[in-house]
């Protein structure tokens, strides 16, 4: 999305919700909070539209996002208790055959457990680069710290999950 | 002195923003060095590069449909009878409808809503307190600037409302000369796809 170009609400929504949803399930492996959380982002996309001045889009939104997520948090007090299984869900792609989707859930399921015991910034900068797949410099821009930082954790955060992955890489 | 970063984490953070592209030039020469011949170096890269490939590869979820909107036009269409989009929204919104017949049957029942009650008649208030109807006509001068935008909108409607024998005939030349006139009252105000612009005199 250009720098000068301000999307109405609905292209947000259409464009954005998976990324956002997807974000905030890896970060919290509920599928309930990560419904809440596109719900809260797209309404405070809708409001802050009229006054968002056109200019790193991506960095606004992913920092309003991360911001309702940590909010959320905030709120809750609370972790996920459980991740359900990946293979509850509607994904999206081809159907493979049942020995890669059992390969795969299992897989799956164990770098989102791995992720959820990551600490905090760690994950969000490794959910941000891989999931969501964003820069450095627009994770600096939506997490407000130097892109030093952001490399350090990202570092960080893969050789943590590399220890606690019990699914041979 | 000790360095800020043990070499060791830095060999990894210069392993990982490797494998994301996200090197200063320089860099690339030292990580090339790095793995040159060193077999731990070269464990590690690969270690990291398969934690990478592993929550990259993880599945991505569909949003449940009810959480998105429906990708209709919703309350913009009044604001598109109205004339009071922006060019920028215009341009979409009359891109949107082009393909979407649902809302442009829903365009059509705002404009028929619309005249109903720009049709009714005003009412003034007499000297001695009564009111008095008075003919339509006036209560609607207050709209006509406002109204060439949605006289437009209407006639692009009509244009797109394919195969409806009901709706006068659609005309290009009269669609443009009313966005000349709302053009030559705002500046600025574009109301045409660029497809359907009309060349000024």
């Known amino acids: 999305m250009t720098d000068d170009f301000t999307p109405t609400w609905e292209d947000v929504a259409q464009r954005y919700g998976r990324k956002i949803y997807n974000f905030a399930y890896r970060l919290t492996g509920n599928p309930d909070d990560a419904a809440d959380l596109v719900q809260e ?13 056109p200019g790193s889009f991506e ?36 159907s493979p055959s049942p020995d890669e989707v059992l390969a795969s859930v299992r897989l799956s399921d164990d770098v989102q457990s791995s992720l959820l015991k990551l600490p905090y910034e760690y994950r969000e900068a490794v959910v941000l680069c891989d999931v969501v797949g964003l820069t450095y410099d627009e994770i600096a821009e939506a997490t407000d710290v130097p892109v030093g930082t952001v490399r350090s954790r990202i570092h960080r955060g893969r050789k943590q999950l590399r220890d606690l992955l019990t699914w041979p890489l | 002195m000790a360095p800020l970063i043990p070499d060791s984490e830095r060999r990894g953070e210069l392993f990982s923003a490797y494998l994301d592209g996200q090197l200063a030039p320089g860099e690339v020469t030292e990580v090339s060095d790095l793995l040159d011949g060193d077999a731990d170096a070269i464990a590690e890269f690969r270690s990291l590069m398969g934690v990478r490939r592993s929550v990259r590869l993880l599945p991505e979820f569909e949003v449940p449909p009810h959480l998105l909107p429906d990708g209709h036009l919703g309350d913009r269409l009044s604001a598109y009878l109205d004339g009071e989009l922006v060019t920028l929204e215009h341009r979409r919104v009359t891109r949107h409808l082009v393909d979407c017949s649902d809302c442009r049957g829903g365009l059509q029942e705002l404009d028929r809503a619309r005249i109903a009650v720009r049709s009714l008649p005003g009412v003034d208030v007499t000297t001695t307190g ?15 600037a406002g109204g060439i935008g949605a ?43 660029p497809s359907m612009e009309v060349a000024l005199p």
């Open chain 1, 41 to 53: 982002v797209l309404l405070r996309v809708r409001k802050g539209l009229d006054s968002y001045q």
């Open chain 1, 59 to 94: 960095g606004w939104l992913w920092r309003i996002t991360r911001n309702a997520f940590l909010d959320g948090v905030r709120r809750k007090k609370r972790r996920p208790e459980s991740a359900l299984p990946d293979g509850d869900h509607h994904t999206l792609g081809s």
């Open chain 2, 151 to 193: 006289a437009a909108a209407t006639a692009l409607l009509v244009g797109l409302a394919l195969g409806n024998s009901d709706q006068p005939a659609f005309s290009l030349d009269d669609l443009g000369s009313r966005h000349v006139a709302r053009a030559s009252a705002e500046p600025g105000f574009a109301v045409l796809p």
């Open chain 2, 130 to 144: 009564e009111m008095s109807a008075v003919p339509a006509v006036r209560h609607r001068k207050r709209f006509i």
